[in-house]
């Protein structure tokens, strides 16, 4: 491709972007979802995991269905998940954003879903973005919390008590509820404690302060301690020092949690801060629940139940994880694409095309969470986050997050099927989902509790046109109300910050070296040694056979950088994310691996940092969802 063709593709693709923007909103975008609705997806026979053991006991009264609710059309039963391409890349992340509010709003906005939910205690909530102009959209809650064990013992049987899911489909162009149903309350039931040595001794050292005691005096709580300095840097003190202890409190009324941090690197543990949390998220579904007068009569019986393929996949089965897991190796649209693990960093594909590698690892090393950070000033990622060129964060709290099976999982959930429609190429999604911090099949975090750990849908987008596509999708919440609403701020910069660390090693055509180029909007030049690329509307990295016609083209735009070096075994990249201690605890920027050796004609690790900006348009934790994607556009293959 001559660099005249390169600037007029991108000149395209920015007036693709600048078309679609305006079609979203007009609102033509986000309501044109697969128009036609004739097309039914090929979808696997439904094999739900078996959810993890519960007690049900009918305690609240349960609205009434009729014993028939209709069947559900066409419409409803033909509808699948989208993915970016049925839409536009700046449609799919407003469908993860606003729509997502507006179909919770309208599901919480029915007589019997408001009702119940508004005594919940704690919520969570999810959804799914469907063709057909559908929207599949959950809320679930609990109304109390029970706990056996106690502070002697360490160990603590945890008990929500009358868990309810309220499943809906909405017409994104109405906001009508054409689909509900709700299940019966369910207690569900997890172990904390079970602790090590190290971390029973951070326990303790926690609970001998009366600062802490004072609230858990008296109330149900159990603890959240972790040996997490691992991944996490804290103030002034550098990667590896300080980890968090969180503490879960039911007075009765309401659930709350005390959260503190700890120095663990010293002779002593030191209590460095701590602070009482009310609110896990920005805009709980109680409290809209509680802020919402519904209107007329319920629609619970009226309106087919939504089935199980056209409810949020995280959701679906009684309120857990709907896994269907495809094959390891996928034979595909022209892709044959492998995946294994997850391990510590997601799960890690390797693939080619038209017989051809393409890379052989893909994967999100790390997902770096920070918060209350200083004002950028222009400055890159790596001199904004880390000025001193050391694992010393510039903000309060910082987390390199890990996406394992160990800690939260649950990984890998299925495969969607994209049919070759409207011009558009088929294609298939290969979606992982992560609860980084939550117990085992997330049964505290679809609970409702869920302040800490993370929310994390992680895609590997694959296209017979020869495209594939990283997409990363934050939910929150984290510390993010911590921050926000229980802190005093010691920087003016943004509250939230999130960066994505996407690892690629390169195979176009070949699993020897490869050949490396930069496109600036203007002339390609090809860099002799390891460069740090802070990308704009113009730029492109590219990888090619040095002795074929393979390459892979990969456009940047203002909110992604690259990173590309040589791999070595003692850095991250090579290293495994937490498998290699040294490596980990001297890890904190893909840019400190470049250190000028040459890459021409090697092996190299393509770092793509994608930018979570959450402050500068608000992504409220739970309630939206912030997307970030790109592209690798194969050709000569």
């Known amino acids: 491709m001559t660099s005249e063709e390169l600037r007029d593709r991108i000149g395209e693709t920015s007036r693709r972007r600048f078309i679609a923007a305006m079609s979203v909103a007009a609102g033509t975008s986000l309501a044109g979802c697969n128009t036609s609705g004739d097309a039914a997806p090929n979808t696997p026979t439904d094999t739900q995991t078996t959810p993890p053991t519960t007690t049900a006991e009918q305690t ?52 019997a879903v408001n009702d119940l939910a508004s005594d919940w205690v704690a919520s969570f909530e999810a959804y799914d973005p469907l063709t057909n102009r559908l929207d599949a959209v959950s809320v679930q809650g609990t109304t109390g919390m029970t706990v056996e064990g106690g502070r002697e013992s360490g160990e603590f049987d945890v008990t929500a008590t009358d868990r309810q899911v309220a499943y809906g489909l909405v017409d994104r162009r109405t906001d009508e509820l054409l689909g509900l149903h709700i299940t019966d309350p369910t207690d569900v039931t997890w172990p904390r404690g079970g602790w090590n040595e190290t971390q029973r001794a951070r326990h303790d ?26 991944i996490t840097a804290y103030e002034d003190y550098p990667h590896g020092e300080v980890s968090n202890v969180i503490y879960y409190v039911y007075d009765g009324d309401q659930l709350f949690v005390v959260s ?25 579904i109680m409290q809209l629940a509680r802020d919402t007068n519904p209107a007329g009569e319920s629609v619970l019986g009226e309106v087919p139940v939504p089935p199980m393929m056209q409810r ?15 094959p390891n190796t996928i034979e595909q649209d022209g892709w044959t694409v492998e995946w294994s693990g997850p391990r510590t960093v997601g799960a890690e594909v390797s693939a080619s095309y038209n017989g051809s590698p393409v890379f052989s690892l893909t994967a999100p090393f790390s997902t770096s969470t920070g918060y209350d950070l200083p004002e950028r000033n222009g400055r890159n990622t790596r001199e904004f986050m880390f000025p001193t060129d050391e694992p010393v964060f510039s903000g309060e709290l910082l987390f390199w997050d890990i996406h394992s099976l160990s800690l939260g999982g649950p990984g890998v959930l299925g495969m969607t099927e994209y049919p070759a429609e409207d011009g558009r190429p088929s294609g298939f999604n ?15 975090f679809h609970s409702g509790h869920r302040f800490a750990p993370y929310n994390y849908y992680i895609n590997y987008q694959f296209y017979e046109d020869g495209v594939f596509m990283p997409v990363w999708m934050r939910q929150g ?9 229980y802190r005093d701020r010691e920087h003016s910069g943004p509250a939230q910050y999130y960066l994505e660390n996407w690892l690629t090693v390169p195979t176009p055509g070949t699993t020897d070296g490869v050949t490396t180029q930069v496109f600036d909007g203007d002339d390609w ?38 990173v590309v070096v040589r791999p070595h075994e003692n850095e991250i990249g090579e290293a495994l994310r937490v498998l290699n201690a040294q490596a980990e605890l001297g890890f904190y ?20 940092l994608m930018e979570g900006r959450t402050d500068e348009v608000p992504h409220s934790s739970g309630i939206t969802t912030f997307t970030q994607l790109a592209e690798f556009n194969l050709s000569g293959y």
């Open 477 to 485: 919440p984290g510390y993010v109300t911590e921050f926000y609403s």
């Open 430 to 444: 290969i979606r992982t989902h992560y609860h980084t911090g939550a117990v085992e099949n997330a049964r505290d």
């Open 312 to 326: 949020p996949q995280i959701t679906a089965p009684n309120g857990y994880h709907r896994i269907e897991e495809p």
């Open 205 to 230: 050292f926690v609970l001998d302060m009366d600062e802490v005691w004072q609230h858990l005096e008296g109330n149900e709580w159990y603890p959240m301690v972790k040996a997490a300095e691992i």
């Open 60 to 111: 609240t009264t349960q609205p009434e269905e009729p014993e028939e609710p209709p069947e559900p059309g066409e419409r409803i039963t033909s509808a699948r998940r989208i993915g970016p391409r049925d839409v536009s890349e700046f449609g799919f992340r407003e469908l993860w954003s606003y729509r997502k509010r507006q179909a919770v709003e309208a599901l919480v906005a029915d007589p």
């Open 589 to 608: 920027h893909p840019a400190q691996y470049v250190d000028g050796e040459s890459i021409q004609g090697e092996p190299v690790l393509f770092w793509l």
């Open 260 to 284: 503190g941090f700890i120095h663990v690197a010293g002779e002593e543990l030191e209590l460095l801060d701590l602070h009482v949390v009310e609110d896990f998220v920005e805009h709980p």
């Open 525 to 562: 030049t090809t860099p002799e040694s390891e460069f740090y690329l802070v990308g704009d509307e113009e730029s492109v990295v590219r990888f090619s056979n040095p002795d074929g016609s393979e390459t892979i083209d990969v456009p940047l735009d203002d909110t992604q950088e690259a």
